[in-house]
């Protein structure tokens, strides 16, 4: 298959001295045998997730959920639930079911979901790897008594699946796991060594994919493809950690010219932040901005305002529509806009922000794709995924936990319990 991914890195590695690019590369190298060291030790489950061969379970359930439920209720939060948001906003659904996504404790979004479906005819899919996420048990415990009202008991074990983490040392401190063992509801299994925010090719995004009529062997293939030709997300992790610790830009500004793509971008930015932010000197701040939406709202900061940032820019060769602006005296002076293609005006727009960064003199890459396939996005999941662990062995930190994050769920069960926060 063609390359799911063209990357322009010119003007990026442009900014760097040939010995800042010597040593970058020399760093790199090391960042590149630790991760194979941790793949080969089975440390890092998310490298392997493309090639799964064994979806019949999966299968299975996203058939089960298609033939008997009108409504799919994914409950989960963060990394539980913008991969497969992302996925279904960049792809869209063939599915006659609806898939909603449920990851805020607001008792008013959860009353209007529950005034516009109907339960007799919902599933739900929770996801939480560790099982005892605060914010999803809230939701699950208000959906799983009302489901009990509306259906039989019996018939539980068809309308919930729980995804979680099934090691066996952990059983006594997994709840979801313990609720699915006393109720006899399936378990899709996360694996241990797969972290939340890097488990969209996992179960937790693949179910609700399915269900979605989405081809999820043609996402996983997009992902074998940049795993067997790495050498560009190498360079891309590597560049962005550079830029960061030689360039001085601390902020790096995630820019795809298609809104179908925004919750990639707060999937990406939740990857970014949360895996490399461990110290003040390990802490770029991603942040979203969609063209050309963002050229009237954020391209003056970009351009005039502080030099702090770094940009990375996302554009498709094809959008695959066929709308053109028609030929009519309306046009006047835009006359020269007469029966252009429509996706020629994204893309001119494209151009001519990227031209305007580097005529400011902001570090600029882009990212072009053939079109938005299932192919393309699931090379884009994993080209980020392993970009972020090349990042964060660059910058000498486990990408993978997020210690100030658990301090934060400690202190809400606290106040939760009635207890009082010492400071």
Known sequence: ???????????????????????????????????????????????????????????????????????????????????????????GTSSKTQII??????????????????????????????????ETLSLFFILFE??????????????????????????????????????????LPIAQNVPGRYSVLSAVGLLPLLVAGINIEEILSGAQTID?????????????????????????????????????????CQLWAESLAKSESSGPTPLKAIGALDQHSLLQLFLQ????????????EDYQSSLSIPQTKLLKEFSYLANMPLEKVLQAEQKATEASLIQFENPVCRLTLPSLSAYSLGALFYHFELATAVAGYLY?????????VEQGKLLTRKLLKGESLDF
């Open 1 to 91: 298959m063609s390359q799911p991914i063209v990357f322009e890195f010119t003007h990026l590695m442009n900014r760097f001295s040939d010995v800042q690019l010597h040593t970058l590369f020399k760093k790199r190298e090391v960042a590149k045998q630790t991760l194979k060291q941790k793949r080969q030790n089975k440390e890092l489950g998310f490298l392997d997730l493309p090639y799964q061969t064994n979806f019949l379970d999966l299968k299975k359930s996203a058939q089960k959920i298609k033939n008997s439920c009108e409504t799919l209720l994914v409950i989960g939060i963060g990394g539980s639930s913008l991969g497969a948001k992302a996925a279904l906003q960049a792809l």
């Open 228 to 268: 067997q030709n790495s050498r560009d997300t190498y360079l891309y992790g590597t560049l962005a950690y550079g830029t960061h610790q030689l360039l001085k830009k601390p902020l790096t500004v995630f820019f795809p010219y298609d809104e179908r793509l925004s919750l990639l971008s707060d999937w990406f």
């Open 305 to 316: 305002g502080p030099q702090d940032k770094w940009y990375t820019l996302l554009t498709l």
């Open 146 to 187: 009302k489901l009990r009202k509306a259906i039989p008991e019996k018939e539980l074990k068809n309308r919930v699946w729980i995804t979680t983490e099934e090691a066996p040392t952990q059983l006594k401190e997994n709840f979801l796991y313990q609720i699915a063992q006393e109720y006899s509801l399936p378990v």
């Open 101 to 134: 996504f449920l990851e805020n404790p607001n008792p008013a979004t959860l009353e209007h979901t529950l005034k516009n479906i109907d339960l007799k005819k919902t599933a739900l899919n929770v996801i939480s790897k560790s099982g005892k996420t605060l």
């Open 396 to 404: 000498e930190i486990n990408p993978f936990d997020q210690p100030a």
